[in-house]
């Protein structure tokens, strides 16, 4: 059974950090590329950022030179260090496991200005 679980989340005011993680398991973490997508209220779901299996990185132009995605097979945990946070910034994120169809159940991000 495949199950991502993401972590992290809360309220935090304009200008500060949150680091997500998310925990996997049932799959084979270590050959999938891992995404963070966020969905705010009213809002299409968007990429924020992915890692391939081979720890290639790509970040949407709102989260460039702010966000850091990294992973860590031996722990099967994906990570999305969130710096510098605007308040458009907040929203559910969830992260995905490319090409296995399956979604955690997010975690939800409030920043304050």
């Known amino acids: 059974q495949v199950q991502l679980v993401e972590s992290g989340g809360g309220l935090v005011q304009s200008g500060g950090s949150l680091r997500l993680s998310c925990a996997a398991s049932?799959?084979?973490?270590?050959?999938?590329?891992m995404g963070w997508y966020r969905q705010a209220p009213g809002k299409q779901r968007e990429l924020v950022a992915s890692v391939t299996s081979g720890n290639l990185t790509n970040y949407a132009v709102s989260a460039k030179g702010r966000f850091a995605i990294s992973r860590d097979n031996s722990k099967n945990t994906v990570y999305l260090q969130m710096n510098s946070l605007k308040p458009e910034d907040t929203a559910r994120y969830y992260c995905y496991a490319w090409g296995t169809g399956y979604w955690g159940q997010g975690t939800q991000v409030t920043v304050s200005s």
């Open positions: 049932g799959i084979r973490f270590w050959s999938y590329a």
